[in-house]
């Protein structure tokens, strides 16, 4: 039964900010992922609620008591590292024995729990092993029996899955999120990989530079991004630069003029915007549709292109079309996409959701992101 | 089948073999030389001179200079945990504290292996008569240790830096004091590179001759010491001989014993070993 | 806190390496100053600079045969321990046997010299091979050779494992490729695998070349008079035989001086960023 509190809680290494401002509430029983481009700060986060790293300023609090201070040791945290980190001289046993034998717990208990933890990770029977005679997976989940063994008030989770192969990672996510789920843990967990983040989480925390870009569930941010880097950073998506014309006189629908080639775009729904304000359009690749003669659909956007590319990928495909001086990129799954391999030329793209964001200064111009994380290692 | 079908045979002697041969010559030539003087030694002290035969010397040996070897593994003993005490906590937190001026610290320490030491010798004799008026055993132990300790630092150095700094935080996550996870965690890791500076320690100290020269209490002559003293004033006596095969092949005897237990590779960076 | 602890661990070490080394060699470069026993007369020390004079006007001879053994000990270390190292990396399966009796003459230059004596002797096992060579057993015994030959077997693991240490950081593929793109053994060696190797090269020489510096019992069991004048027996002798502190204390600054020089361009070159 433990909710957590971050608030206004910033760490600055000399006169490079690391996290600023971070405030956020983690309700009990909670899974709540820090996703990220690494040096976005996740991992300081994640450190700082630890007690590995000090802040420089802010508070963290565990339910009602303020820990912002105390040493890892005194938190009665769970942390799992990025490699399994089990200590290469004692046994499996007496590594998820560990955290109970440190605070004197008597020897027919710790045998005891252990045998529950081993359980628990199915791995009974594997007790009197080191831990280099187990596999890669192995290890890891019996960090995770290890953490657990000491009933932690909150896990904490720092890219578990990043060392291993991807097979693994797959099946070890559901066997995390299985045992969270079993033992009621509050769990803030950090990955820079957006699929492993949408697999797990309740809740999903983007994070840029420091700071906190969107809080959000999985559709939350997927289909509401908040902000530009939200929007490119999580999944594929269309960006264009572009200025509203007209707004509904309602405040309902809204057109979009994109600055280079002139293309109007248009969007339904309540907005904020008002008549020349500058915003980035985003339209995700997989809501762009190849349109053929005769075709009855009816689409809110109509865009002609000439066909760059057409990427295969197996069960999609990737089109890279030219439109009025812009590059889009459509994603196209089914059937039609064996019928684009040879397709040459003009197309006609139609597509009803437009994410409209307010842009700020700084704007980039238009971008076709893929959504491919940064495979660079967690920040420092 | 003509004869220009058939493949040419490999040469009995090729350039590339007698290469071979020549290296692996070669580096028993260089090994031969090294164990020479050793094995000079060996024959000697099974010699005969004075009707004293064979293994009669050293018999000598744990008989006369019975006390010589007390002294010798004493003051090894004694050295081997003042080094211990100093290095185990500096390389620590060289490794992992941030300390000011690292390097040039790291230097300061390392300096006393290059200092020669006739001038260890010379300057601590002078220091222990005229200033700290130290004349026991403790002042052959400190001068021991103050030219030793460097000898220890850089295996536990490269340990420590070999160790990811994960284990010691895995280990206050769960909840272990910070002695608790020096003493369970840290040291049982860097064992291996604590083994190895103090093999390279023992078998220094337990040899060392000059320092001792110097700064020696008069009633107290460790093993090697005795030697030097027998080779100056009683020649190439075959007991001396039998004493100084002894010190070798103990010395001898501990590096096996390590490289069987622990293997080569901990001493890294030493240049020694 | 932290500072305090950091403090506390590195005090054991800093006070050993302070109190018993730097204040001791402060001590003697202060009584290098005194003239001979005056530190310890009633009137308090004088202090002149007439020790160092006298090394510039007598102990020069001496000051030159310590270089000289020094300087000739590296050469042969460094002529006759590439190949080994070489051969060691490259070429051997059977390293730990090597590493394990190379460790013989670390065990003590004293051994190394008594030993070598006594294969010198007259009557000794060498004398064929001596007779051999038309020499008498004093030719060698008492001479130049035998003391640098000695001091080379006792400094030669040294040379070996800093040469060794920085060729096997050297990718083998490099001499592969420098011999497919045609190179002879000689050029790889010389354009390649030196170049490569030179901080080790360096770094050993020097340090075997410090630690020659003080050679003590190979010159005084092996050598003549003239490699008896070596400056730490000479040291040794005016210092403790004859109590003549302010000389010898020179002496010994002098020795010092040297050591560190070399001290100071051998840890540039090779293990300074050991704690980085």
């Known amino acids: 039964m433990t909710t957590v509190h971050l608030s206004n809680v910033t760490k600055h290494y000399g006169s490079t900010v690391a996290v600023q401002d971070f405030n956020l509430e983690v309700a009990d029983g909670e899974f709540v992922t820090l996703l990220g481009p690494s040096g976005c700060g996740k991992t300081t986060t994640l450190r700082m609620l630890a007690g590995l790293v000090e802040p420089t300023g802010g508070r963290i609090l565990f339910d009602d008591q303020e820990v912002t201070w105390l040493a890892p040791r005194a938190r009665n945290i769970g942390f799992v590292f990025q490699a399994p980190a089990l200590f290469p001289h004692m046994s499996v046993a007496d590594n998820i024995g560990f955290g109970l034998s440190v605070k004197g717990r008597d020897k027919a208990f710790i045998r005891q729990r252990v045998d529950e933890m081993l359980d628990l990770v199915d791995l009974e029977g594997y007790g009197k092993r080191l831990p280099a005679q187990l596999s890669g997976g192995q290890q890891q989940r019996v960090a995770l029996a290890r953490v657990l063994a000491t009933d932690p008030r909150v896990l904490l989770f720092d890219e578990p899955l990043s060392?291993?192969?991807?097979?693994?990672?797959?099946?070890?996510?559901?066997?995390?999120?299985?045992?969270q789920r079993k033992t009621r843990k509050t769990a803030i967990y950090v990955t820079h990989d957006q699929s492993e983040a949408f697999a797990i989480s309740d809740r999903i925390v983007v994070m840029n530079a420091g700071r906190i870009e969107q809080i959000g569930t999985q559709t939350d941010i997927y289909l509401k991004p908040r902000t530009p880097f939200v929007a490119e950073f999580i999944g594929a998506n269309n960006g264009l630069n572009?200025?509203?014309?007209?707004?509904?006189?309602?405040?309902?629908?809204?057109?979009?003029?994109?600055?280079?080639?002139?293309?109007?775009?248009?969007?339904?729904?309540?907005?904020?915007?008002?008549?020349?304000?500058?915003?980035?359009?985003?339209?995700?690749?997989?809501?762009?549709s190849v349109l053929e003669d005769g075709d009855g659909r009816v689409h809110l956007n109509t865009i002609e292109g000439t066909i760059d590319r057409l990427i295969f990928e197996g069960a999609s495909a990737q089109l890279r079309v030219e439109v009025a001086g812009v590059e889009m990129r459509a994603d196209i799954s089914g059937g039609q996409r064996l019928a684009l391999v040879q397709r040459e030329g003009r197309v006609r793209l139609g597509f009803d959701d437009v994410t409209l964001i307010p842009s700020e200064a700084e704007a980039g111009t238009a971008v076709v992101t893929d959504g491919v994380p940064d495979e660079a290692g967690p920040a420092a | 089948m003509s004869a220009a079908s058939t493949p040419r045979r490999r040469p009995l002697l090729s350039s590339r073999r007698l290469a071979t041969i020549a290296s692996h010559a070669y580096i028993w030539l260089c090994l031969i030389l090294f164990v020479l003087p050793f094995l000079a030694l060996l024959s000697q002290s099974l010699g005969q001179r004075g009707g004293a035969s064979g293994l009669g010397n050293y018999a000598a040996v744990f008989g006369s200079f019975g006390d010589n070897l007390f002294w010798s593994f004493k003051i090894t003993g004694l050295t081997l945990l003042i080094d211990l005490a100093a290095c185990l906590p500096a390389a620590y937190a060289l490794v992992r504290y941030p300390v000011p001026g690292k390097r040039l610290l790291f230097s300061l320490l390392q300096l006393p292996l290059y200092v020669p030491g006739a001038v260890i010798g010379l300057s601590l004799l002078l220091t222990y008569t005229f200033v700290y008026k130290i004349d026991s055993m403790w002042g052959l132990v400190l001068a021991m240790a103050v030219g030793s300790f460097p000898l220890m630092m850089t295996p536990i150095v490269v340990a420590m830096k070999d160790l990811p700094v994960m284990f010691e935080e895995a280990s206050e996550c769960l909840g272990a004091t910070k002695w608790q996870t020096y003493r369970r965690i840290v040291f049982p890791l860097i064992g291996p590179g604590v083994s190895a500076g103090l093999l390279l320690c023992f078998i220094i100290v337990f040899n060392e001759y000059l320092v001792t020269l110097f700064v020696h209490p008069p009633a107290l002559e460790t093993a090697p010491l005795k030697v030097f003293n027998l080779v100056r004033t009683n020649g190439l006596a075959p007991t001396t001989a039998a004493l100084a095969v002894t010190m070798q092949l103990i010395s001898f005897l501990a590096v096996i014993v390590f490289f069987r237990i622990f293997g080569t590779r901990h001493f890294k960076g030493t240049y020694i070993l | 806190m932290a500072r305090l602890r950091t403090a506390a661990f590195l005090a054991p070490a800093a006070l050993l390496a302070l109190l018993l080394l730097y204040a001791p060699l402060a001590f003697i470069v202060n009584m290098s100053f005194t003239v001979t026993n005056s530190f310890l007369s009633p009137g308090g020390p004088v202090y002149s600079l007439e020790n160092y004079a006298a090394m510039v006007q007598r102990y020069l001879p001496n000051l030159f045969v310590t270089v000289q053994l020094a300087a000739l000990a590296m050469l042969v270390d460094l002529v006759l321990g590439f190949p080994f190292a070489y051969i060691l990396v490259r070429r051997i399966r059977y390293r730990d046997l090597v590493r394990a009796l190379m460790v013989f003459p670390m065990f003590g230059a004293l051994y190394v010299a008594f030993g070598m004596s006594f294969i010198l002797l007259p009557g000794g096992p060498a004398d064929p091979l001596i007779h051999a060579f038309g020499l008498r057993n004093t030719d060698l015994l008492f001479s130049l050779p035998a003391v640098v030959f000695a001091m080379s077997i006792f400094t030669f693991p040294f040379m070996v494992m800093s040469i060794g240490t920085a060729l096997s950081n050297v990718d083998p593929t490099l001499e592969e490729a420098a011999a497919c793109l045609g190179a002879r053994p000689w050029q790889t060696f010389w354009r390649v695998v030196l170049p490569l190797t030179r901080a080790g090269v360096v770094a050993g020489s020097l340090m075997?070349?410090?630690?020659?510096?003080?050679?003590?019992?190979?010159?005084?069991l092996l050598g003549s008079l003239n490699e008896q004048r070596s400056l730490a027996l000479t040291l040794y002798k005016r210092g403790v035989v004859e109590n003549d502190y302010g000389l010898s204390s020179m002496m010994g600054v002098v020795l010092l001086s040297v050591a560190f020089v070399v001290t100071y361009f051998s840890l540039r070159y090779s293990r300074g960023a050991l704690v980085d």
């Not at chain 1, 060392?163 to 045992?179: F, G, M, P, V």
């Not at chain 1, 509203?244 to 904020?272: E, I, K, M, N, Q």
């Open chain 1, 242 to 288: 572009g200025t509203v014309v007209a707004v509904d006189g309602s405040g309902d629908d809204a057109v979009v003029r994109v600055d280079t080639g002139g293309l109007l775009l248009r969007r339904r729904g309540r907005t904020r915007l008002t008549p020349g304000q500058a915003v980035l359009a985003y339209i995700r690749p997989e809501d762009l």
């Open chain 1, 163 to 179: 060392a291993l192969d991807k097979n693994l990672r797959d099946t070890l996510k559901y066997s995390i999120l299985e045992l």
């Open chain 3, 208 to 220: 075997v070349f410090g630690w020659s510096i003080g050679a003590f019992a190979e010159p005084l």
